[in-house]
């Protein structure tokens, strides 16, 4: 049997980018997976089909399993010879008790590995705006948690420039009087940062003298990072997270749409083989029958290859058909297969490539169009509106998927980048709020949203 061993993993502040990519690999490999309550679904996606992934999150006052316990299921499922990711928020040894199930470890006999994550204690300021330190205000920040095991003790805050509280929301008037009591002055500046590097991030802040009031009336929720200190003046200059562009993306792909602000991501729709490939394997097998072979999107490239490698065959069935391809991502994805594209249009749409036809003349060609099963008619109407012989492949399946919550009031714009998701999307949440922005990637998506009554929707510029 194979030797087990637990792994001590911090899972970052809650953006699901700042894990670090050994984190990543653990969770993709794990037999099982104990996790806390704040951890993103998206790194629990990650986890293979057989691995077991067990809830074990604290929250205030409430655990779902105690402590001793949670020591006990390391020890047992590594025992057993098993691979465990203990999936910590933030770091593992900081004020998360990765200390203590690292000593149980160690004390049964298990192998165990730390593998540290980016902390809210210094996440949280940086997406805030707020410079933990800078050598024009203070040298020296000191990290405390709010939160004790006992109401009777103190809250001990270390003497620095900066103090960050972690896990503090319920103790804010202890917190504020212990650094009254201190001698901290009353006007000194204090912030609180609520969902800290999430889409729903706040940033509450306000004096000592006022604080209680200010964070009483916002209604602060947990979990929330305090930082206190004359650094918090740097906020309204160094605030970069709050000037992006939150966006709801429902679709496939968000890696594709980063740049243009945070990306909420939440598929309403996933991709799935189709249920009967007995006529695209007929298609298939006969390639080289056709003309041109059209792929309009990666995932149609990587269901097609996937199809021709079960039929035993590969790039060799093309023989003489050239390859056309809608845009940049999908001649990319091609490519990976070592067969680059015959003709890609500047402009990335269905419009675009049907330009680029109409350019080399395909009137009496035999054209393969590759797609889902589900797709607009926008191309295939276009091919034959130029002469074209053109029929079409089906090798995936757009099918709709329960998203994750999505709060509203902090969303900014909304992505469809098919007509698919923009279905999916009126399905689950009926209208787009007003003052949200709507982009579409292409005139077809564009249709799609005024079809349904999306009226403020727009083309999404390059």
């Not at 609520?194 to 929720?221: I, W």
């Amino acid at each position: 049997m194979a030797k087990g061993k637990v792994y001590l993993v911090g899972a970052g502040p809650g953006d699901v980018e700042l894990v670090t990519v050994k984190a990543y690999r653990l969770i993709c490999e794990a037999d099982v997976i104990l996790y806390d309550h704040l951890i993103p679904a998206e790194l629990l996606r990650l986890a293979r089909k057989e691995a077991e992934v067990i809830s074990v999150g604290k929250f205030a006052s409430r655990h779902t399993l105690p402590q001793r316990r949670i020591n006990e299921l390391l020890i047992e499922k590594a025992g057993g010879g098993k691979s465990v990711v203990r999936l910590k928020g933030g770091d593992p040894y900081l004020f998360g008790r990765g200390a203590e199930e690292a000593v149980a470890c160690a004390e049964a006999g298990v192998d165990f590995e730390v593998v540290p994550g980016v902390s809210s204690a210094l996440a949280a300021p940086a997406y805030a705006g707020i410079a933990a330190t800078h050598r024009d205000y203070t040298s020296s920040v000191a990290i405390v948690t709010g939160h004790r095991k006992s109401e009777e003790l103190e809250i001990e805050i270390p003497r620095a420039g900066t103090v960050i509280f972690l896990m503090g929301v319920s103790n804010i008037e202890r917190i504020v009087s212990s650094l009254v009591k201190q001698g901290w002055s009353g006007e000194t500046k204090i912030a609180a940062i609520e969902k800290a590097t999430c889409y729903d991030q706040r940033v509450v802040s306000g004096t000592l003298d006022n604080f209680v009031e200010v964070v009483e009336k916002a209604g602060l929720r947990a979990p929330a990072v305090f930082i206190v200190g004359r650094v918090v003046e740097l906020q309204e200059k160094l605030g970069w997270f709050s000037r992006r562009p939150r966006i709801l993306f429902p679709g496939t792909s968000p890696e594709k749409y980063r740049h243009l602000g945070t990306i909420v991501h939440r598929p309403l729709i996933k991709l799935v083989a189709i249920e009967d490939y007995s006529k695209a394997d007929g298609i298939l097998g006969r390639l080289n029958d056709y003309d041109w072979v059209v792929f309009t999107s990666r995932n149609g490239v990587r269901y097609f290859f996937e199809r021709l490698n079960v039929l035993g065959l590969d790039a060799r069935a093309f023989g003489p058909a050239k390859v056309a391809v809608i845009g940049t991502t999908t001649a990319a994805e091609l490519k990976s297969y070592g067969i680059l594209a015959d003709v890609q249009p500047k402009n990335e749409t269905s419009a675009g490539l049907l330009d680029e036809f109409r350019e080399i003349s395909v009137g009496k060609k035999r054209i393969l169009l590759v797609r889902p099963q589900v797709g607009p008619d926008t191309l295939p109407q276009g091919l034959a509106g130029l002469g074209a012989i053109c029929e079409q492949v089906a090798v995936y399946l757009n099918v709709e998927v329960e998203p994750d919550e999505v709060d509203f009031d902090f969303i900014d714009q909304v992505l469809f980048t098919s007509g698919s998701t923009v279905r999916a999307y009126v399905k689950r949440f009926g209208s787009v709020p007003e003052g949200v922005r709507v982009l579409c990637l292409g005139p077809p998506t564009l249709a799609e949203a005024i079809k349904h009554g999306i009226t403020q929707a727009e083309i999404l510029s390059k």
